[in-house]
């Protein structure tokens, strides 16, 4: 078990997390159950699924699953671990279904993850479909359409509003027309760096007169500011006067706790997704939206420009990472408004760690709770042969 401790009396707001959290593997294991395992995760747009079998596939943490909209229309989510022998259910990154087919052993599910075939089972004693559903997992839409899932077992998870109520209804949103962008493409690029090296850099703009020519260049940086939330951070960027027209005049960029930013505009949003791989790698992963009414000049041109800005962030993030690691610097001081989203940030993460970490010592043991707990026979069994052989 992962132990993290805090220094008596330490209730300074104005440092940055210690270094060795952004590379202890054990740190890492405990994110991945206080945080990635019971957090609501902001991971696409309805707008991505068109019609009845359309899926996408996701992996954060190291936890695989999958969105596919039903006949219904509704939007459900599922590990994407096959009942039968661990195989991946769906093995492209997006496509259309008219039902899922495990192409190990061809087990199939429907839409909606009932077992609809295993293949010879039928002449086998006692064995009822009905217990081997996939593993579903919460979904939750929010009033933009964005689409939340959250993988804990539980029935009744932390509910999405006590984490994320608000951040549907900034008034900086209200201008937007979500229904009038189309799902265009995605891009992603792996980073040698651990995702709170990332989220950090995302949470300020302090660094963008130095290392972002183009904001610097359009953005009137002096009156950048940010608002807190339950679980966001909510950036203001006002474009420089001679860029305040047309297209550029508004843009919309939200943090959503723990690991995912969606920046709006007139001409398109995207979602980013900063998907840890490990204690010191990540994949970087984007959605882009084109707004049905942009040219294809204006599109382009916003497309790259976006681009720019987040290889110039990864290119930032490895070099801030190789010091990290190296065991020299332990933590440095943040500028109380210029970097007050880095400090909210510090705060939701050593919140979540904390109180997870106190209800492990409690138990005396680690506590996954993405971790199926209703048990068919197959589980029971699994659980026992796992206490008599001792392994965690």
């Not at 990635?36 to 996701?58: S, V």
């Not at 204006?298 to 801030?320: G, S």
Request: aromatic letters at 12%.
């Amino acid at each position: 078990m992962a132990s993290v401790t805090t220094t008596p009396g330490d209730t300074h707001r104005h440092f940055s997390l210690p270094a060795l959290w952004y590379r202890a593997p054990a740190l890492y294991q405990l994110e991945r159950r206080a945080i990635f395992a019971k957090k609501w995760l902001q991971i696409t747009h309805k707008n991505r699924f068109t019609k009845p079998g359309d899926f996408a596939a996701f992996e954060v943490a190291g936890y695989p699953f999958f969105i596919v909209k039903n006949r219904e229309g509704e939007l459900r989510g599922f590990h994407n671990v096959c009942r039968h022998r661990a195989f991946p259910v769906v093995t492209a990154r997006e496509g259309n279904a008219k039902i899922l087919a495990c192409g190990y052993h061809g087990w199939s599910y429907g839409l909606k993850g009932n077992l609809a075939k295993a293949p010879r089972f039928q002449d086998v004693p006692g064995f009822k479909p009905e217990d081997y559903s996939l593993y579903q997992i919460h979904v939750h839409i929010d009033a933009c359409g964005f689409v939340w899932v959250n993988l804990d077992a539980r029935d009744e998870p932390l509910p999405w509003e006590a984490q994320c109520g608000g951040v549907d209804t900034q008034e900086q949103l209200k201008m937007f027309n979500m229904d009038d962008y189309e799902y265009n493409h995605s891009w992603s690029m792996d980073g040698p760096f651990n995702w709170k090296t990332l989220v950090d850099n995302y949470n300020e703009c302090y660094h963008c007169s130095v290392a972002h020519p183009g904001i610097a260049a359009t953005t009137d940086l002096a009156n950048y500011a940010v608002r807190t939330g339950k679980g966001f951070i909510a950036h203001f960027a006002r474009p420089k006067p001679e860029f305040a027209k047309g297209n550029n005049a508004h843009v919309a960029p939200t943090f959503m706790f723990p690991n995912s930013s969606a920046t709006v505009n007139a001409v398109y949003f995207f979602l980013m997704r900063v998907v840890p791989l490990g204690p010191t790698d990540v994949s970087l992963q984007y959605e882009v939206y084109r707004h049905k009414n942009c040219t294809d000049k204006e599109f382009e041109e916003m497309d790259q420009f976006m681009k720019q800005i987040e290889n110039e962030d990864r290119v930032i993030c490895t070099l801030v990472q190789k010091n990290l690691n190296a065991g020299v610097y332990q933590a440095g001081p943040l500028h109380p408004h210029h970097e007050m989203g880095v400090q909210h940030l510090k705060g939701m993460i050593k919140t979540a760690i904390l109180e997870h970490q106190k209800m492990e010592e409690q138990q005396g043991h680690d506590i996954w709770p993405a971790r199926r707990i209703v048990k068919t026979g197959a589980e029971a069994t699994a659980e026992e042969e796992e206490k008599r052989s001792h392994i965690k």
